[in-house]
T-cell receptor, first 116, second 114 residues
């Protein structure tokens, strides 16, 4: 157990629907990152939050949004789902010591989304 | 932008064979470099890291050396075990406007046969 908890583990839904993925970071970690893993695109960085504020954005679609709450858990909202959104979505957390230059990310087990 | 290129898989070896998984990177500046491993059904786990040129990261018998001159960070293990079967990801860390981001390679699937 990495200490990063993601729910749900599996989710099957239909095109056009909306889903929410949840992540609880490891205790003491202030940063949360979301990554999408698909067969054709590999691991793509979506977005990062630090202590409740958005810090960095990657290849995140406008149909997707995220937030980090005061208790530091984060949610990734995916709307108007398309077949191509089927993927494994990972959350990772870190202490976020940027000055050290080598922040280690701890990953959750992922949420597998299937869009039919 | 920064990128990581890994040796394409899948790679299949026999137990006790020598392993090399090639990784090269393109980056401005001097990023930190990482190898992450993903076992079946699990998330990624940090295997080893190196933060500056000529650093050697090592863990569980795996090693990788940060080579600035060849922009490489190849993963090696002298004698692999069946339990090493997993997907291996090379990654670099870039900091843009105060935010850190990991850029991953495509991953290399390794299968070790007894």
């Amino acid at each position: 157990d990495s200490g990063v908890t993601q729910t749900p583990k599996h989710l099957i839904t239909a095109t056009g629907q909306r889903v929410t993925l949840r992540c609880s970071p490891r205790s003491g970690d202030l940063s949360v990152y979301w990554y999408q893993q698909s067969l054709d695109q590999g691991l793509q960085f979506l977005i990062q939050y630090y202590n409740g504020e958005e810090r960095a954005k990657g290849n995140i679609l406008e149909r997707f949004s995220a937030q980090q709450f005061p208790d530091l858990h984060s949610e990734l909202n995916l709307s108007s789902l398309e077949l191509g959104d089927s993927a494994l979505y990972f959350c990772a957390s870190s202490v976020d010591t940027l000055w050290a230059g080598a922040n280690v990310l701890t990953f959750g087990a992922g949420s597998r989304l299937t869009v039919l | 932008g920064n990128s990581v290129t890994q040796m394409e898989g899948p790679v299949t070896l026999s137990e006790e064979a020598f392993l090399t998984i090639n990784c090269t990177y393109t980056a401005t500046g001097y990023p930190s470099l990482f190898w992450y491993v993903q076992y079946p059904g699990e998330g990624l786990q940090l295997l080893l890291k190196a933060t500056k040129a000529d650093d050697k990261g090592s863990n569980k018998g795996f090693e990788a050396t940060y080579r600035k001159e060849t922009t490489s960070f190849h993963l090696e293990k002298g004698s692999v075990q069946v339990s090493d079967s997993a997907v291996y990801f090379c990654a670099l860390s870039e900091v843009i406007q105060g935010a850190q981001k990991l850029v991953f390679g495509q991953g290399t699937r390794l299968t070790i046969n007894p």
